[in-house]
């Protein structure tokens, strides 16, 4: 395969661009922080994993390259998620929870070209290759005909959810559940347990439409839009670029709303607070540790925590790195880290298995990884989290928090319906909030 790129001239925006993936064969858009600010489009791949194949080693496949355009920045790959059950194929786990709507474990496809934009400007990029020659170009020729012109979407009436409401065993359940972890940890089961809630509505509208308009409202670091999922991250579960590997860890929330002392002072409470500082350093040494089993000894730093702005809260943050150990590729690093640590707990094991106990409904794509893997760019996954799941005429989103010895059952929830109402407001839908049990 041969690297190239050549230059589009659009006045369009990456958000206004995403319209022409509508009616596309498996579309994908990737928008915010992607591979260093880079929005990345695509349609039609080459490949498409198969459900029975390990996609830790479809990720390890390398690409012989041949020379080409040196400039190249992305050029293709593997795209795709992750779903949050591949844990079980890494970990012995207990059964997991009822599956409202089932979704696969994966959902991972080859693109040999992708439109890119830098930026600045947009570009045709790909892996050519002879076999794939006449395809190619009339891919580079449709391009270059839509970018010309603005996209048509339906009306955002049209498109709107229902209410969003808790599913599976309401607000008394995950209050009840939350009350069970603070009992197991105050037993040394376990440290941390992140525990969340699934909030549900009907769904008639286009997951293209729903993403181009989100975007713009939610401005998220990792938007993403992949096979029936429109995810709205802020959170960077893995970047590998050449053997550098980092990870940035979100644990600790606070609301960001009112006025802009009311932001402020939230933004204080949360980079004094013990209890956040407790979670969130628990989360960062399992990420040190899980790092740690691929990277080369001495390799791996952590950050001091930084306060984030995201949409409709602040968040504590950190950055853990490392230098991966020759011959350690994708799939072993996805292998050492995967779920990510962020969203399941300390020690991250036995939290996976009270997950599976105390959750109503089984997670799908929520809290696994969505994202690019690509000979040229390296690799880019963000935690599935402020995540749309699409399935049939209904749509879903996981959203919950880290619980230890001293949580509050009312709090936790609240904290839920805190990081759910910014992507819903995004999307155009809304939010009941029960705190009945």
């Not at 661009?17 to 922080?33: C, H, K, N, Q, S």
């Not at 962020?342 to 929520?366: C, D, F, H, N, W």
Request: include cysteine; charge should be negative; hydrophobic fraction near 40%.
């Amino acid at each position: 395969m041969r690297p190239f790129r050549e230059a589009l001239s659009s006045e369009l925006s990456p958000a206004e661009a995403v319209g022409w993936l509508r009616d596309e064969e498996r579309p994908f858009a990737l928008i915010g922080e992607w591979l260093g600010g880079l929005t990345v489009l695509g349609s039609a791949p080459a490949r498409v994993a198969s459900g029975d194949e390990d996609p830790f080693s479809v990720l390890d496949g390398g690409l012989q390259l041949c020379e080409g355009d040196g400039a190249v920045r992305v050029g293709g790959g593997w795209v795709g998620w992750l779903g949050y059950g591949l844990g079980g194929r890494i970990e012995r786990l207990p059964p997991s929870p009822p599956a409202p709507n089932p979704q696969p474990d994966f959902s991972l496809a080859f693109y040999d070209h992708v439109l890119m934009h830098d930026g600045e400007r947009w570009w045709f990029e790909a892996l050519w290759s002879d076999e794939r020659d006449a395809v190619l170009r009339g891919r580079l020729s449709e391009w270059r005909r839509r970018l010309a012109m603005m996209p048509v979407l339906p009306d955002r009436s049209d498109a709107a959810p229902t209410p969003f409401t808790l599913a599976a065993s309401r607000a008394a359940g995950h209050l009840h559940a939350v009350a069970d972890c603070r009992r197991r940890i105050e037993a040394g089961e376990l440290y941390e347990a992140n525990l969340c809630v699934r909030l549900q509505a009907r769904f008639h509208g286009d997951p293209v439409a729903l993403f181009a308009r989100a975007v713009p409202a939610a401005q998220p670091r990792f938007g993403a839009l992949i096979d029936g999922v429109v995810s709205l991250s802020p959170e960077r579960f893995l970047r590998r670029s050449g053997r550098e590997v980092w990870t940035e860890p979100i644990k600790g929330t606070r609301p960001r709303v009112g006025t802009e002392a009311a932001r402020s002072a939230a933004r204080e409470e949360l980079a004094a607070s013990v209890k956040d500082a407790a979670e969130h350093v628990m989360i960062v040494d399992l990420m040190r540790n899980d790092l740690g089993r691929v990277c080369a000894y001495g390799s791996v730093r952590a950050d001091r925590p930084r306060v984030e702005p995201h949409a409709g809260v602040w968040h504590l943050v950190s950055t853990v790195s490392g230098r991966l150990r020759d011959g350690v590729g994708d799939g072993d690093l996805l292998r050492a880290s995967f779920p990510p640590g962020s969203v399941t707990g300390a020690p991250k094991v036995q939290a996976m298995k009270v997950i599976a106990t105390l959750e109503g409904t089984r997670r799908e794509v929520y809290t696994g990884a969505i994202g690019i893997a690509s000979p040229i760019a390296g690799l880019d996954l963000s935690v599935a989290i402020r995540t749309f799941e699409i399935s049939g005429d209904v749509i879903w989103l996981g959203s919950g928090g880290a619980v230890v010895a001293d949580s509050e059952p009312e709090r936790e929830l609240s904290e839920a319906f805190d990081k759910a109402a910014g992507p819903i407001a995004a999307i155009g839908g809304a939010l009941v909030r029960s705190t009945g049990r």
